[in-house]
């Protein structure tokens, strides 16, 4: 008897220590493992809003499993996260590039009448640019297909600017969401996929603008030399926006603000801009390239699937063509 009691404890031990060996090992595992699980996700490194922009540092626990911080696991808020091997995250505003010795080209509100010829000037030049298109607003999208075409297909990249080009910051949650939809919806029907980079109109975005664009999953583009293109509409004036342009962009400026709805931006500010920059030493680049984020992050395929609401657009409102003083 006392054997078998010997033997019932000494088995009792061996038991126990093995259970204890094996959740200690569970536990560790899952530790291990969670940083690595939320650095490969679609929210990589770097790219949670709560991060610093083009620091590619993340802003979230990443060391932390993704049961303990659900704003870094994409399949819980996908809103707050960027594209696989993005250093930019959604929903905060970005004015820079962070490419040593690069500049971006943006222009807003086309296509229009003049787009045709400034693409023309940028393939002369081996130049590329950033286009911040409206779907109704100095012409209709609708009916730009061959611009909006020939932009992808030379290596341009094509941003949403949106639908009837409001002030985010003075219209409702909804609303933002439908101009957004709206847009990407246009675009959709002529190159297959929508854009993940947007301008607000008149760089506006107020806090509920840029948590509505993160959850929608879009960088937002700003610009740190803003040439007011849109105020020298005329020969007389146009040289006032090159002025503008050589001070800031020597100032360290790399991301610029024109518009290819003006013939004075395309025919009198951009002949000026090209030889100046080409002698500048840096590089030419759209806004996804300087920034360091690959070219599979600019667009995505998803369905289009939001509430729209009609609304008037910029043109309905009464801005002339010339004179319509906006970003």
């Known amino acids: 008897m006392r054997s078998y009691l010997l033997l019932s404890v000494l088995l009792h031990v061996a038991l126990a220590a093995q259970s204890g060996d094996n959740s200690t090992s569970g536990c560790k595992a899952e530790g291990g493992n969670s940083g690595g699980r939320a650095g490969s996700s679609r929210g990589g490194a770097g790219n949670s809003t709560g991060g610093e922009v083009g620091s590619g540092r993340e802003g979230g626990n990443s060391g932390a499993s993704p049961g303990a911080n659900p704003g870094t696991n994409p399949g819980t808020n996908p809103g707050t996260n960027s594209g696989t091997g993005s250093t930019q995250p959604f929903g905060k505003i970005i004015t820079s590039c962070t490419k040593p010795n690069s500049y971006a080209l943006t222009f807003d509100d086309g296509p229009f009448n003049f787009t045709m010829k400034l693409l023309d000037r940028l393939k002369e030049a081996n130049m590329k640019a950033t286009f911040f298109v ?53 675009i959709k029907k002529i190159i297959g996929k929508t854009p993940t980079y947007m301008r607000p109109p008149f760089f506006s975005a107020n806090d509920q603008v840029m948590r509505v664009l993160g959850d929608m999953q879009y960088h937002i583009i700003n610009a740190d030399i803003d040439t007011k293109d849109f105020d020298n509409t005329t020969p007389e004036t146009n040289d006032q926006s090159f002025e503008i342009y050589k001070q800031m962009f020597n100032q360290g400026g790399t991301i610029s603000l024109m518009h290819d709805v003006h013939n004075t931006t395309v025919n009198q500010l951009i002949p000026n801009v090209i030889p100046f920059l080409q002698q500048s030493g840096r590089q030419s680049m759209t806004v996804g390239e300087c920034l360091g984020d690959p070219q599979e992050n600019w667009y995505r395929d998803d369905t289009i699937n939001g509430k729209v609401i009609e609304g008037p657009t910029r043109r309905s409102l009464g801005n002339k063509v010339c004179g319509c003083g906006a970003h």
């Open 134 to 186: 409206n779907g109704d607003n100095f012409s209709k999208l609708s009916e730009r297909g061959p611009e909006v075409m020939r932009i992808i297909q030379e290596g341009h990249q094509l941003g949403s600017h949106t639908f009837r080009h409001p002030d985010l910051s003075e219209i409702s949650e909804d609303e933002v969401r439908s101009e957004m939809t709206l847009n990407d919806a246009e």
